[in-house]
């Protein structure tokens, strides 16, 4: 047969342009398939399968990277990166050889190559085995194209070191480690389309055939931004690792942070295969730990709502790719329910179960109880999410609840008693509607109390010399035997109609009336 050997050649400053077809396919797949040419005489069939080279070295180049887009479809940017070296030893279409690149990529960042490639696969350029090395500075993903703009991703990574191979069937990665990523993340909250299931591993879309013995990120910081949200949170010191990584299994991972306000989260399970298209779409299952957790300042609770305190919370969620299940159960200090409200005395525990749409942002709260002491109150309902509003429509009932569990609670929800007042003994019944927005929410429904004394407030004293005329007794309370009325509240304001109250100091009344915003009393 015939050989050819060229011992070396440069070039300088070449212009690449590699672009992917909709079909995955690579306009540099045809090279090295002229021997697949069966119309082409002998000679020039084996002329460049034994062509070898000793040393190919190209300095200063140019390569830019893009896709095709599919009929009807909107194109994609093209990316390029410069300074572009290259340099390949005992060159061969049959046989590996040893090869080394850099680049500098858009952003400022660096990237070394290091590895064996070959022999070029007949067929498809694209499917040439390699194992490599890669080292990477500096990288901001989103101008060097790794992420879409539309994914809500920026920022940098300090480092990335990845040891992968390629057989031309599947890329295995046996290690990858991004160090100090520093990223920040936008949270639409808006519903989306259902994202199709993962693809079939296919040799033309590499990543789709990904398996991993072991990923990690070390030291990362995160940023989560909302619409609305005054404040980011940033979650410091993440530290993730994902082991046995597979294209059509789930897989095993960890991971830690430090959290806003001088928490800490940790977290363990299985997640996967991954939805390249939406990432929200990937199964998992996983239990999640986070002490000290900040309500107000986390990004865990709507920016909108208005509620604070410091919860430690244990999470298990489980999620097919479409509806997430969760049960979670809290310990929560200096609760603050209410904007007008103030911080709880009392710890509030929760345990709820829920369940979301992850595509359309549609909930229901199956059961959430909250426990006050020996107070119990459940509540039930659904939720949507869209954007920086929460919308709600749930149902708050409490059975003969006990006031003195209750009574240091009422400030978190907004109630304040006459100054220097306190409820002392009774129960509280009511079934409320809550509905409209989390930050605004409407709530209604009846409410009676029993048997309760209003200690420190002595209503016959604040008659007056009506109390004499009326023969009304003061003392140093006021007992109260039943109120109930029919209540609503809506933004700040408080209508109550139905009002019925039994005094036994002063009788029995009936009437409606309303409280302002302010404070101002209107009843009849």
């Given at each position: 047969?015939?050989?050819?050997?060229?011992?070396?050649?440069?070039?300088?400053?070449?212009?690449?342009?590699?672009?992917?077809?909709?079909?995955?396919?690579?306009?540099?797949?045809?090279?090295?398939?002229?021997?697949?040419?069966?119309?082409?005489?002998?000679?020039?069939?084996?002329?460049?399968?034994?062509?070898?080279?000793?040393?190919?070295?190209?300095?200063?180049?140019?390569?830019?990277?893009?896709?095709?887009?599919?009929?009807?479809?909107?194109?994609?940017?093209?990316?390029?990166?410069?300074?572009?070296?290259?340099?390949?030893?005992?060159?061969?279409?049959?046989?590996?050889?040893?090869?080394?690149?850099?680049?500098?990529?858009?952003?400022?960042?660096?990237?070394?190559?290091?590895?064996?490639?070959?022999?070029?696969?007949?067929?498809?350029?694209?499917?040439?085995?390699?194992?490599?090395?890669?080292?990477?500075?500096?990288?901001?993903?989103?101008?060097?194209?790794?992420?879409?703009?539309?994914?809500?991703?920026?920022?940098?990574?300090?480092?990335?070191?990845?040891?992968?191979?390629?057989?031309?069937?599947?890329?295995?990665?046996?290690?990858?480690?991004?160090?100090?990523?520093?990223?920040?993340?936008?949270?639409?909250?808006?519903?989306?389309?259902?994202?199709?299931p993962p693809p079939a591993p296919n040799s033309n879309n590499m990543l789709s055939t990904l398996t991993a013995d072991h990923l990690q990120i070390k030291n990362g910081a995160i940023t989560i931004t909302s619409p609305g949200q005054a404040i980011?949170?940033?979650?410091?010191?993440?530290?993730?690792?994902?082991?046995?990584?597979?294209?059509?299994?789930?897989?095993?991972?960890?991971?830690?942070?430090?959290?806003?306000?001088?928490?800490?989260?940790?977290?363990?399970?299985?997640?996967?295969?991954?939805?390249?298209?939406?990432?929200?779409?990937?199964?998992?299952?996983?239990?999640?730990?986070?002490?000290?957790?900040?309500?107000?300042?986390?990004?865990?609770?709507?920016?909108?709502?208005?509620?604070?305190?410091?919860?430690?919370?244990?999470?298990?969620?489980?999620?097919?790719?479409?509806?997430?299940?969760?049960?979670?159960?809290?310990?929560?200090?200096?609760?603050?329910?209410?904007?007008?409200?103030?911080?709880?005395?009392?710890?509030?525990?929760?345990?709820?179960?829920a369940s979301q749409n992850v595509q359309a942002l549609t909930g229901q709260l199956q059961n959430a109880v909250i426990t006050i002491g020996k107070a119990i109150t459940n509540v039930a309902g659904t939720y949507q999410t869209s954007g920086a509003?929460?919308?709600?429509?749930?149902?708050?009932?409490?059975?003969?609840?006990?006031?003195?569990?209750?009574?240091?609670?009422?400030?978190?929800?907004?109630?304040?008693?006459?100054?220097?007042?306190?409820?002392?003994?009774?129960?509280?019944?009511?079934?409320?509607?809550?509905?409209?927005?989390?930050?605004?929410?409407?709530?209604?429904?009846?409410?009676?109390?029993?048997n309760t004394n209003l200690a420190g407030f002595d209503l016959g004293s604040k008659l007056g010399p009506l109390s004499s005329l009326a023969g009304i007794k003061s003392g140093s309370g006021t007992a109260i035997q039943s109120l109930s009325a029919?209540?609503?509240?809506?933004?700040?304001?408080?209508?109550?109609?139905?009002?019925?109250?039994?005094?036994?100091?002063?009788?029995?009344?009936?009437?409606?009336?309303?409280?302002?915003?302010?404070?101002?009393?209107?009843?009849?």
């Amino acid at each position: 047969s015939r050989e050819i050997h060229i011992t070396g050649f440069e070039i300088y400053s070449p212009k690449i342009t590699l672009l992917r077809a909709a079909n995955d396919t690579w306009n540099y797949s045809t090279i090295g398939s002229a021997q697949q040419n069966t119309g082409a005489n002998k000679e020039s069939s084996t002329l460049i399968p034994n062509l070898t080279v000793g040393h190919v070295t190209i300095s200063d180049g140019q390569l830019t990277v893009g896709s095709l887009p599919a009929p009807g479809m909107a194109a994609t940017p093209r990316r390029t990166y410069d300074r572009l070296t290259l340099e390949a030893k005992d060159f061969s279409f049959q046989k590996s050889f040893p090869f080394t690149a850099s680049a500098h990529l858009p952003g400022d960042g660096a990237v070394s190559l290091k590895g064996n490639a070959g022999p070029i696969d007949p067929h498809d350029a694209s499917l040439t085995p390699f194992d490599a090395h890669l080292e990477a500075k500096h990288i901001d993903p989103l101008a060097a194209g790794f992420v879409d703009s539309t994914s809500g991703v920026t920022g940098t990574f300090e480092a990335i070191d990845v040891q992968a191979t390629w057989n031309g069937q599947q890329l295995h990665v046996v290690n990858l480690v991004v160090d100090t990523p520093k990223l920040t993340l936008v949270r639409e909250n808006k519903p989306t389309t259902v994202a199709p299931p993962p693809p079939a591993p296919n040799s033309n879309n590499m990543l789709s055939t990904l398996t991993a013995d072991h990923l990690q990120i070390k030291n990362g910081a995160i940023t989560i931004t909302s619409p609305g949200q005054a404040i980011s949170p940033v979650y410091q010191q993440l530290n993730a690792e994902v082991t046995n990584v597979s294209p059509t299994a789930a897989s095993p991972f960890k991971l830690s942070a430090q959290i806003p306000g001088g928490g800490s989260v940790t977290g363990d399970g299985t997640a996967g295969p991954l939805n390249q298209a939406s990432a929200i779409a990937t199964p998992l299952n996983a239990h999640i730990a986070i002490s000290h957790l900040d309500l107000a300042t986390s990004g865990v609770v709507a920016p909108d709502a208005g509620i604070s305190g410091i919860a430690n919370l244990d999470l298990k969620a489980l999620s097919d790719g479409k509806n997430l299940n969760a049960n979670a159960s809290a310990n929560i200090q200096g609760l603050r329910v209410a904007k007008n409200g103030s911080p709880s005395p009392k710890p509030v525990l929760l345990q709820l179960t829920a369940s979301q749409n992850v595509q359309a942002l549609t909930g229901q709260l199956q059961n959430a109880v909250i426990t006050i002491g020996k107070a119990i109150t459940n509540v039930a309902g659904t939720y949507q999410t869209s954007g920086a509003t929460t919308t709600l429509d749930l149902k708050v009932n409490a059975k003969a609840a006990s006031i003195d569990e209750l009574e240091a609670f009422l400030p978190s929800v907004g109630v304040h008693l006459p100054s220097g007042s306190r409820l002392q003994g009774g129960t509280l019944t009511t079934n409320l509607n809550v509905t409209g927005s989390a930050a605004a929410p409407i709530i209604s429904g009846p409410v009676r109390i029993d048997n309760t004394n209003l200690a420190g407030f002595d209503l016959g004293s604040k008659l007056g010399p009506l109390s004499s005329l009326a023969g009304i007794k003061s003392g140093s309370g006021t007992a109260i035997q039943s109120l109930s009325a029919n209540v609503a509240v809506n933004g700040g304001n408080v209508r109550t109609d139905n009002v019925s109250a039994v005094v036994p100091s002063i009788g029995s009344a009936t009437g409606a009336g309303t409280i302002s915003a302010a404070g101002a009393l209107n009843y009849n």
